[in-house]
């Protein structure tokens, strides 16, 4: 495990270069003493994000039931049979928005754990908690990337929520577990393209409003070093060599872009401005080195998920390598 209080010897992003030696061990950090108690607490949510996701892969909709029962509106028996088959499919849903405030619960204890210090003596001295926010952050990407592309999940509960108290009406109707408290709270949760994402830079920007003893930077200064640490490990050969696992670079990469959107949306001039602490344009340069069927997703990201890319002060040059296929 590298020194990291050796990075960044710079006066802007451009020059960050990383030492012999230098890297953020994503494979395997292990929590200091100090750490252990916030460090299995965070793993026993993370845990979980596997199963989360294959339900999601799985996620198939009620698109034939729902679709017979609009057709046939005066048809209680078609009607039913949607509000069953829709049912279960809206428990998943609940299931998913009840992990993103566990995830939220995390997210802030980690916060509070990384922003307690400047970036550099933080992600030095906690990288396993360092990890661990990789790893929502590469679960956000991941989450975010499957319900965009299933339009069956804002239909169903579309569906869900007309059929709620019209279904009351049907002798043969049974009630559904989730109250309409937490139906209108998953109805905002669900609205958004990136759900995750939401849920995250929500939480980070409210951690930011609700500590403002602490300098700013602090937070946003985690999220860039974080993003350029992440480049500069990819950038070099003899590091990516001693990554263990297979999906290593690809995880690096996701959170790259992860750390990305996030400094985006939480920093007042983004990520792309000419005054960002990320180098946005040798992130996106390096992007488009991998084979384009592994990062295309993660482009998209940066094309439609941030704030600030299409900015008038965003540099006509980032403008158009990013909208380069």
Not at 21 to 44: C, G
Not at 54 to 81: F, H, V
Not at 205 to 221: A, G, R
Not at 257 to 281: C, E, M, Q, T, W
Request: proline residues 4%.
């Amino acid at each position: 495990m590298g020194n990291l209080l050796q990075l960044l010897k710079r006066e802007d992003s451009n020059n960050f270069k990383l030492p012999d030696n230098v890297f953020l061990d994503f494979e395997n950090a292990l929590p200091v003493p100090s750490d252990e108690d916030l460090y299995n607490d965070v793993e026993k949510t993370l845990d979980k994000r596997a199963e989360i996701l294959e339900s999601l892969r799985g996620y198939y909709g009620a698109t034939e039931p729902i679709r017979e029962a609009i057709k046939n509106n005066d048809n209680e028996e078609a009607q039913l049979t949607a509000w069953r088959a829709v049912c279960p499919l809206v428990s998943r849903l609940n299931q998913y928005y009840q992990y993103s405030l566990e995830l939220e619960e995390k997210v802030l204890a980690l916060l509070n754990a990384l922003c307690a210090v400047p970036s550099m003596e933080s992600l030095e001295s906690h990288q396993a908690l360092s990890k661990q926010f990789a790893m929502i952050l590469d679960f956000v990407l991941a989450f975010d990337d499957l319900k965009m592309n299933n339009p069956s999940i804002q239909n169903d509960f579309s569906f869900y929520r007309r059929m709620r108290n019209r279904i009351k009406s049907f002798a043969d109707a049974e009630e559904h577990s989730v109250s309409n408290e937490i139906a209108n709270r998953m109805s905002m949760f669900y609205a958004y393209p990136t759900p995750m994402l939401k849920m995250l830079s929500n939480t980070v920007s409210s951690f930011v409003e609700k500590n403002d003893s602490l300098p700013l930077e602090h937070t946003t200064d985690i999220l860039s070093t974080m993003a350029n640490l992440c480049r500069c490990m990819i950038e070099d050969p003899s590091i990516v060599a001693r990554f263990q696992q297979k999906d290593t670079v690809m995880f690096v990469l996701r959170v790259m872009v992860g750390a990305i959107i996030l400094y985006d949306h939480v920093h007042p001039v983004g990520a792309f401005n000419r005054k960002s602490s990320i180098d946005i344009k040798s992130s996106i340069k390096l992007l488009k080195e991998q084979p384009a069927v592994s990062v295309e997703t993660l482009l998209n990201a940066l094309r439609y998920s941030t704030l600030h890319a299409n900015d008038e002060e965003t540099p006509g040059v980032i403008k158009k390598l990013l909208a380069e296929q």
